[in-house]
């Protein structure tokens, strides 16, 4: 069981929005920086949103991430078939044990 | 950035293997850098974290002890060794640039499967 909390799945037509929460707690997302990773199948996970909101060079604005509290959420606009892929959030956790977590993983579905 | 991994393979339980990745296009001494592993069909599970010059480490609770993450910046190299392998550190595991507090870019990954 991960210690970030996502969806286990999303779907949602071609050119619609979907988000993706991902759900942690004060020794993590509370007071650390989030990021999102992108992994098409068959292949390496990419950077797609890190410090909660910031794109690297390359990674268009349709995809966006917001942070509030303990919770974080990657949004996607005007979907397309190529961003069928699972999608993980991840944040630095400064807990007793300092440590990096990941959120177990959403897969989503371009109907 | 360029990040390749190599030293994978099949292992029996209770073996040990070295992992390696050859960094190029940057400057290697400059950044933290990580290993991530991924188990078949699973998610992705941070493994461990090295500082620039090697003073500091983090590894995550399941491979402490058997794991150890070094690095070579004169060689523009990371290493992961691995001793005492079990059957469920198998997974695709991956270098990977960590520029505080992200992964920015990965390598194709190496294959470790421990099995007799």
């Known amino acids: 069981q991960s210690v970030l909390t996502q969806p286990p799945s999303v779907s949602a037509a071609p050119g619609q929005k979907v988000t993706i929460s991902c759900s942690g707690s004060s020794s993590n997302i509370g007071n650390n920086y989030v990021s999102w990773y992108q992994q098409l199948p068959g292949t390496a996970p990419k950077l797609l949103i890190y410090e909660n909101n910031k794109r690297p060079s390359g990674i268009p604005d349709r995809f966006s991430g917001s942070k509030s509290g303990t919770s974080a959420t990657l949004g996607i606009t005007g979907l397309r078939a190529g961003d069928e892929a699972d999608y993980y959030c991840g944040s630095w956790d400064s807990s007793l044990s300092a440590h990096w977590v990941f959120g177990g993983g959403t897969k989503l579905t371009v109907l | 950035v360029q990040l390749v991994e190599s030293g994978g393979g099949l292992v029996q339980p209770g073996g040990s293997l070295r992992l390696s990745c050859a960094a190029s296009g940057f400057i290697l001494s400059s950044y933290w850098m990580s290993w991530v592993r991924q188990a078949p069909g699973k998610g992705l599970e941070w493994v461990a974290t090295?500082?620039?010059?090697?003073?500091?480490?983090y590894y995550v609770d399941s491979v402490k002890g058997r794991f150890t993450i070094s690095r070579d910046n004169a060689k523009n190299s990371l290493y992961l060794q691995m001793n005492s392998l079990r059957p469920e550190d198998t997974a695709v595991y991956y270098c990977t640039r960590f520029p505080l507090f992200y992964f920015d870019y990965w390598g194709q990954g190496t294959l470790v499967t421990v099995s007799s």
């Open positions: 090295i500082k620039q010059d090697g003073s500091e480490n």
